[in-house]
C-alpha cells in the first residue's frame, strides 16, 4: 500500500467496555505468580492487558492467530507483527469490579526501510476511564515486518542492578499468560509454527509479559512509590524456557530505568517515573 493508502487508516477509532471482573483478575494474578486484589483494590500495573478484549470468530483469525488486519489496523497480512514497545501515564487506578471502558485510535502509520526489510510502523493510541474518569493514557507501537530471520543476538551489557528478580518462562506460563490476554499469536504456545514459519528457535516470551514483569518487580522494591508513567522497547525476543532476569536501578529523585536481561545482556528496556 502508499503512504497516501495507509493514512486512510489514522484517525480510525473503537471502543472496549469490561466489568474487570474479580474472577478473571484471579487468573491473571495466577499467570503472572503475584499477589491478587480484591474487589474495589487497584489493579497492578500493566494488568489492564489482559482486559478489554476484542476477540473475532474463527474464521476472521489470521494464520499467526492474530485477527486479520484491514479492519481497525490496516492490511498487512503478509508480514510479522511485534509489539514493539509503548507509553503509558497512569493518572489514577484502575479497580477491580467496577466497570470500565477503553477508546481506541490510529494515531500514525509510517513504513520505514530495515535492515531486514521494510518496516510498517503503527502507532496506537488507548483511553481507559472509569467512572468518567480517565485513568490511564497509553499509546503502543506494533510494528509488521517482512519475513526475514528475527533479531536474537547484538545488544548492550546490563548495566549494575540495585534489584533484580529470575524469571522461569516455562511453556505453561506463556500458555496462561496468552489465555488470560486472550493473546492467539502463535509464536507463544505453537512451537513448529514458531519455529518454521517465524523463524524463532523456540517459543517466544510476550513482550507485555516481560515490561508487566519489570513493574512487578519495581513494586516489590518500592512498594511506597507511586508510578506516574512508564515506557517500554523490546531489543530482541527472549526465548521459553531459558531463564531471565527483570532488573532495574533508580535515576534521579523520580525515575528509574528498567530492564529484562538474559546472560547478561539486556533484551528489553524499560523508563519509570514515579512521584517523589
Known amino acids: 500500500m502508499t503512504q497516501h493508502e495507509l493514512d486512510a487508516w489514522v484517525g480510525r477509532t473503537d471502543r472496549c467496555d469490561d466489568n474487570v471482573d474479580s474472577g478473571h483478575i484471579r487468573k491473571v494474578a495466577l499467570a503472572l505468580d503475584a499477589p491478587c486484589p480484591s474487589a474495589g483494590e487497584p ?3 500493566l494488568w489492564h492487558w489482559a ?9 476472521e483469525i489470521g494464520e499467526d492467530g492474530h485477527p486479520r488486519r484491514g479492519g481497525f489496523l490496516p492490511p498487512a497480512d503478509d508480514r510479522n507483527r511485534m509489539w514493539a514497545g509503548g507509553r503509558l501515564e497512569f493518572l489514577t487506578p484502575l479497580r477491580v469490579g467496577i466497570r470500565a471502558s477503553r477508546e ?3 494515531a500514525a502509520i509510517k513504513e520505514k526501510d530495515g535492515r531486514s526489510g521494510k518496516l510498517l510502523f503503527v502507532t496506537v ?29 547484538g545488544t548492550v551489557p ?24 486472550f493473546n492467539g499469536h502463535r509464536i507463544h504456545y ?8 517465524e523463524g524463532y528457535p523456540g517459543l517466544v516470551v510476550h513482550g507485555p509479559m516481560i515490561a508487566t514483569l519489570q513493574c512487578q518487580a519495581f513494586t516489590r522494591a518500592h512498594p511506597e512509590k507511586q508510578v506516574a508513567a512508564f515506557s517500554y522497547r523490546g531489543l530482541r525476543p527472549l526465548i521459553s524456557p531459558k ?5 532495574g536501578a533508580l535515576t534521579g529523585a523520580g525515575s528509574a530505568s528498567l530492564w529484562a536481561q538474559q546472560d547478561g545482556m539486556v533484551a528489553h528496556q524499560s523508563e519509570l517515573r514515579f512521584h517523589p
Not at 482486559?51 to 474463527?58: E, H, K, R, S, T
Not at 533484580?164 to 490476554?181: I, K, N
Open 51 to 59: 482486559l478489554f478484549v476484542n476477540g473475532v470468530p474463527y474464521g
Open 190 to 197: 505453537d512451537q513448529d509454527y514458531a519455529m518454521h514459519k
Open 43 to 45: 489493579l497492578p500495573l
Open 104 to 106: 481506541s485510535s490510529i
Open 243 to 247: 531463564d531471565f532476569r527483570v532488573e
Open 158 to 181: 546490563a548495566p549494575e542492578a540495585q534489584w533484580s528478580e529470575l524469571v522461569h518462562p516455562e511453556p505453561v506460563m506463556l500458555f496462561r499468560y496468552s489465555a488470560v490476554t
Open 125 to 153: 493510541k488507548h483511553e481507559y476511564f472509569q467512572q468518567d474518569m480517565l485513568c490511564i493514557s497509553e499509546e503502543q507501537d506494533i510494528v509488521y515486518r517482512e519475513p526475514a530471520p528475527p533479531k536474537l543476538q
